[in-house]
């Protein structure tokens, strides 16, 4: 008689080989997931700079329309209205040519943004825009300081001075494209529109021991006491080659330029083109690239 054949048992696997497969899988996302954080900032990044490409190409269309580039803020003779010194700036002026037509005939520039005062503009600095936000910052579309206002991550180049002494808010002396009541043509910046910066970014995340603020689309805040904020439209660059706290990615709170992109910041130049500054840039570079006339050459 035939001899059945023993079935075989099905082997599994040994626990040591399960936790080589375990280690194998671990080792894979660890080198997986720095990959795929690179290439969701990349997206980020490629965003934000569309985003400035935008504001650039509003600012030109803006100057076509009125033959100047808008102010950085404008303070008006009247400040009837204007008790907290909450004035109207660049990022507002440009609300037409950046498809929002409907949100600036809202708007009564006879008066200041608020909140809830009873004023025509209560609530509008609220509305919050797209566009003006940078997608790397993870603080949130809302004023860091002033939270019932909508955040600006994009602000004006003021120039390489000090920020908050109202004395140099209209002042031509190391200026840059936007400040107080001064609208430029082209024919100011002489050191040219391709080599002269338009626009910076500025986070509102917590880096370097500061808490930055970002800014806010609707202007500066507060111009009439002694807060003196301008620097929520408008950020500064270094007042000389030894200022590293104004320089890309420094310490300064009011700083044109610092990012939550690793290495550098992007600027938006008065030509429309974007530039990504590494924070190891020549200060002087830097320097030279904010003021509108210093005639200087820019070193590489």
């Known amino acids: 008689m035939a001899r059945l054949a023993k079935p075989r048992a099905n082997r599994g696997f040994t626990l040591i080989e399960l936790l080589v497969v375990i280690a194998i899988i671990g080792v894979l996302v660890g080198l997986l997931l720095p990959a795929v954080q690179q290439a969701r900032e990349a997206a980020r990044r490629t965003n934000c700079v569309n985003n400035m490409k935008q504001l650039g190409i509003a600012c030109h269309n803006y100057k076509d329309v009125n033959k100047v580039l808008p102010p950085g803020w404008q303070k008006p003779t009247d400040l009837t209205n204007f008790s907290e010194g909450n004035y109207w700036g660049w990022g507002t002026f440009i ?3 950046m ?3 409907s949100l600036f005939d809202q708007i009564d520039f006879t008066a200041e943004y608020t909140v809830s ?3 025509p503009n209560d609530g509008i600095s609220a509305n919050i825009l797209t566009g003006y936000l940078c997608p790397s910052d993870p603080s949130g579309p809302m004023g860091i300081e002033y939270v019932n206002h909508a955040k600006s991550n994009y602000i004006g180049s003021y120039g390489n001075k000090v920020i908050d002494l109202p004395a140099n808010w209209s002042s031509m002396v190391d200026r840059g494209v936007f400040t107080e009541n001064r609208a430029l043509k082209f024919r100011h910046i002489t050191d040219g529109t391709s080599k002269t910066i338009l626009l910076g970014e500025r986070t509102g995340t917590p880096r370097n021991g500061r808490n930055y603020k970002a800014g806010l689309w609707a202007g500066p805040r507060l111009l009439n006491n002694n807060i003196k904020r301008p620097e929520m439209a ?13 320089t890309v990615n420094g310490t300064s709170g009011w700083t044109l330029s610092v990012s939550d ?4 910041a992007n ?4 030509d429309g083109s974007v530039a990504f500054l590494n924070d190891s840039i020549n200060i002087d570079a830097y320097r030279w690239m904010i003021e509108i006339n210093d005639g200087q050459v820019i070193p590489d």
């Not at 992109?261 to 550098?264: F, Q, T």
């Open 95 to 97: 609300l037409p040519f």
């Open 99 to 101: 498809e929002e037509t």
């Open 117 to 119: 005062s009873g004023g």
């Open 234 to 246: 408008v950020g500064r660059g270094p007042g000389s080659s030894g200022d590293a706290g104004n």
């Open 261 to 264: 992109h690793p290495g550098g």
């Open 267 to 270: 600027v938006a130049k008065v």
